[in-house]
């Protein structure tokens, strides 16, 4: 069975630095590309951050670039995301998924593709 | 950025009858050189994190009943449930894929009336 799962999650106070982990199994994760999406109580998806199969290659949303940092162990079957200066508006629940196979295409640098598994996600809240 | 845009933010639809969701986006999300729109769609019930519904634009991920359908191109989308089931309630967004960011609609509540 493919699944993802996230932890690391926490009541952090701002300013404050977090590290998600997500744990994957049922396939070859090396294969992927991989997400991070967050969603704030009540609000809608957005995009986090995206990485290649070997690291060689990530990007980030503008409101998170410089503070967090995406990163993979491909021996562990493991995503990570690492979240300094965190700000109260950084609040979410914050989902890994795994960038379908299926349709669209990669270059070297980019992956236009949607993302066909979902992790139940882990909760960071941003609060003094 | 590409912005995706879904009406109506939410409808309440009879059991059995149609439910139709637009989502229009900022600019064309069709790639001309293999004609595909990039363009997916995701169902998300309470308490549980997305799910893939629909890919590039109107292909049915593995497992998806018959009855939710996609449509559209370029700039205008449309996802259909035909006939709606209680299983149905939830929220749905539209994502575009064709550039980086990857962004998403602000979601549709599908509830029963």
């Known amino acids: 069975e493919v699944q993802l799962v996230e932890s690391g999650g926490d009541l952090i106070q701002p300013g404050g630095s977090l590290r998600l982990s997500c744990v994957v199994s049922g396939f070859t994760f090396s294969n992927y590309w991989m997400d991070w999406v967050r969603q704030a109580p009540g609000k809608g998806l957005v995009w986090v951050s995206r990485?290649?199969?070997?690291?060689?290659?990530?990007s980030y949303a503008d409101s998170v670039r410089g503070r967090f940092t995406i990163s993979r162990d491909n021996a562990k079957n493991t995503l990570y995301l690492q979240m300094n200066s965190l700000r109260a508006e950084d609040t979410a629940v914050y989902y890994c998924a795994r960038v379908a196979a299926h349709d669209g295409y990669c270059t070297s640098t980019s992956c236009y593709r949607s993302s066909d598994i979902w992790g139940q996600g882990t909760m960071v809240t941003v609060s003094s | 950025d590409i912005v995706m845009t879904q009406s109506p933010d939410s409808l309440a639809v009879s059991l059995g009858e149609r439910a139709t969701i637009n989502c229009k986006s900022s600019?064309?999300?069709?790639?001309?050189?293999?004609?595909?729109?990039?363009l997916a769609w995701y169902q998300q019930k309470p308490g549980q994190p997305p799910k893939l519904l629909i890919y590039?634009?109107?292909t049915r991920e593995s497992g998806v009943p018959d009855r939710v359908s996609g449509s559209g191109s370029g700039t205008d989308f449309i996802l259909t449930i035909s006939s709606l089931q209680a299983e149905d309630v939830a929220v749905y967004y539209c994502q575009q894929y064709y550039n980086t960011p990857v962004t998403f609609g602000g979601g549709t509540k599908v509830e029963i009336k």
């Open positions: 600019q064309s999300v069709l790639l001309s050189s293999n004609n595909k729109n990039y």
């Open positions: 590039w634009a109107s």
């Open positions: 990485i290649n199969r070997d690291e060689s290659s990530v």
